[in-house]
DNA sequence: ACCTGAACACCGTTCAAGT
DNA sequence: ACCTGAACACCGTTCAAGT
């Protein structure tokens, strides 16, 4: 990965983060980078492209980072519940994924695909972690909900409250 | 409220509901409704005061539903799985307010602040009806997260694995 | 009171052209 | 290998003009 593909994904998931896929522009990309908007292309050669593998690096980081957090603490849903905190306490709040997740009816089939098998991504290690699918699905439902309660109430707080169940100290059953 | 007003807030709900704010243009909803783009600006000046307004509508419905169902439910949960499983099943699958609470960095600041008046009324309403407002959060972001998680895989019947535990049917405690 | 066409600066994308 | 400018059909918005 050259150093302005880099660049240029850094970008784009910190607009995304903010409004979604319809909220950033090749030319505000290229203009956070450096270069011209035509340019942009040559690295991705369409948006669908570019928001599509913003979702794959997204994923394949928080995969890592579960994985890195599960080993040092077996109760999973505290180890999920600090995760995305750490997202809602963020510059951004935001998790791409969530976003675009909520717009999916509209989004390129690439970018689609790619936000359904970081959904999936979450429900399979939720389960292989121990939950049942049906508590995995609840339990997803409410760290995603509580990020964009959150967000949409601009107030980072709120997330702590809708998942404070989950972010007990003692380590008890996942 | 004239017939081209309500046919125009019904056109923009629906493209919200599919692609948030950037997901619709006065030109695709002046095509919708029969008239030139130029003539949208006619009855909503500005895109901010259409989708602040498309907001307004649907929190004012859905508050006045919820009213009325639990009138006739007392299980406060139950009410709430329940109705919001009506959008997750709809043609649409989305709720507006969602789906712009999700990207209300990017929002214009009437937008943002509807939908944040929607959220806060869900609350407020939820600890009328006797919840904790710790339990309201939580509560709330799960069937929030039910509808995003849902629309992100491409499959409604996730939004009833989500929120099996509020739907049953023996009518105990809110 | 309601609608329109033309104009403005914006958008994604393409492509021939440069180094 | 990487970048650019010019062009295309699109976008929100404005406004003078029509009925």
């Keep these: 990965m050259s150093d302005m593909k880099t660049a240029i994904l850094d970008a784009a998931e910190k607009r995304i983060q903010a409004g979604g896929f319809g909220g950033f ?11 011209k908007s035509s340019s942009v292309h040559y690295h991705f050669p369409t948006k669908e492209d570019l928001a599509a593998e913003v979702v794959r690096r997204w994923a394949d980081r928080t995969s890592g980072n579960i994985d890195r957090e599960f080993a040092k603490d077996p109760n ?4 999920w519940a600090k995760a995305l905190r750490g997202t809602a306490f963020s510059k951004a709040h935001m998790c791409p994924c969530t976003i675009l997740g909520a717009s999916s009816q509209d989004l390129p089939k ?11 991504m979450c429900q399979d290690k939720m389960v292989a972690q121990g939950m049942s699918a049906d508590d995995a699905s609840e339990f997803l439902s409410t760290i995603i909900g509580a990020l964009v309660v959150a967000n949409a109430l601009r ?3 709120e997330y702590d409250r809708a998942t404070a169940t989950f972010r007990v100290e003692e380590k008890t059953a996942a």
């Design 25 to 35: 522009s090749f030319r505000e990309i290229a203009e956070d980078v450096g270069i």
């Design 110 to 120: 690439a970018v689609a695909a790619e936000v359904k098998r970081f959904f999936k």
């Design 76 to 79: 999973a849903k505290r180890v």
């Design 155 to 157: 107030d980072s707080a």
